[in-house]
């Protein structure tokens, strides 16, 4: 586990766990058969379509270890982050309220929040009301073709109860330290 040094450590560790654990690991690269007969781009490691510059897109027999795609993880949470903190709320909100935040965009895209189709979703993020928020992410539960999927369901109540878990991230130092060394956070 990385260090923690700050809040968006603790929040950017947490939504790493969360989303490795949530996100299944291919190593190869794969293609998605869509609805309409056509296939996704290539994709590898936890769903990345980039490699690590952002820029080169991963490409039938590419591959990655779970070594690899660790960083490239952080790199793509990280800059999910930042995308969130132009919305004033969202620095209000709990490290455990920003990890499902980050999820829900990580898995949905975080230009969803930006899209002129989804200003429910937009607004709840503006005024900052948690249950908005909440249910306007749990619309984001169906597939192309308007049909539930059940995979989306528990990812999506999955992140609610994760917002809504007070012991989520919390600091485990009475007298207010971060951890910053794997040393402090274990015991004698």
Known sequence: MPNVT?????VLNGVDEFLIEKESFKPEAYRVQLPNGNFSDWTYGYGFEFKGDEQTRVQEGDTITKEEARPLLRQKTQRIHEFFKKYPAYDQMTPAQKVGV???GFN?????FDDPD???LRGALDSGNLDNIQYWMRQF???SR?????GLVNRRNDE???MNDPTYLTNPFDDGRNPSAESETTGP
């Open 146 to 150: 308007g049909q539930i999927v059940p």
């Open 141 to 143: 539960m169906r597939d």
């Open 118 to 120: 989804n200003p429910n």
């Open 108 to 112: 949905n895209g975080i230009n969803v």
């Open 102 to 104: 980050i999820s829900f």
């Open 160 to 162: 609610v109860r994760l």
């Open 6 to 10: 700050s809040e968006d450590d603790a």
